[in-house]
């Protein structure tokens, strides 16, 4: 089908584009005349252990990867150097964008969203890096508290691109203020919605 919005879409923190594609089956069919959704996974190997369920139920729809080869991310905070994992992480990116790109826009989840964002600033600071997204769609994502992230949004400037910002109001992962202050600090005019349950695209 052609005259879609083509977005790429950047999974969680140990998750993978498979299991992330799985999992956002109902907003892929919500949009299916609208975007062309392209996932990709990460370039790291996910190094924290896996999280214990929530009994109340609110977590429900966060799905994690199992804990071995697949589960992937676009930084470990246990690194070593994590903005070093960062600018590796950003590198495959420059790469993917400009093998199947181009892309519209940008769809990132949880860590995914946070690395769309460091993206974004980066392509607008750069400029000839890749073509810059017209617009992102960040869920449950958070403002990277790293000298380096403010550096950059100080030198690129609030990032332009029409953004929204959607996060949990029963979100016990990233809560809903993280969501909201990666928008406030990073784009010129984000939009936030809060939703009503946990940690996951709606």
Not at 3 to 28: D, E, I, P, S
Not at 66 to 71: N, P
Not at 97 to 118: D, N, R, V, W
């Amino acid at each position: 089908m052609t005259g879609l919005l083509r977005v790429l879409c950047l999974h969680g923190y140990m998750q993978n584009a498979q299991g992330f594609r799985a999992r956002t089956g109902a907003f892929r069919k919500l949009m299916k005349n609208k975007l062309e959704l392209v996932y990709v996974t990460a370039p790291h190997k996910a190094t924290a252990v896996q999280p214990e369920p929530v009994a109340d139920g609110t977590q429900a729809d966060y799905e994690i990867e199992r804990f071995d080869k697949e589960a992937a991310a676009w930084w470990n905070e246990t690194s070593d150097n994590v903005w070093n994992d960062i600018r590796i992480s950003a590198q495959f990116l420059v790469k993917e964008i400009t093998e199947k790109g181009p892309f519209h826009g940008i769809l990132g989840f949880s860590q995914g969203s946070s690395m769309a964002a460091i993206m974004m600033a980066l392509i607008q600071a750069v400029g000839a890096l890749c073509p810059e997204f017209k617009f992102a769609m960040l869920f449950a994502g958070f403002y990277v508290n790293m000298r380096e992230f403010e550096d950059l949004i100080r030198y690129s400037g609030l990032i332009n691109a029409r953004s929204i910002h959607v996060g949990g109001r029963k979100d016990m992962i990233v809560p809903m203020i993280r969501s909201r202050r990666l928008g406030t600090l990073s784009f010129k005019k984000p939009v936030v919605i809060v939703h009503t349950q946990g940690h996951y695209v709606p």
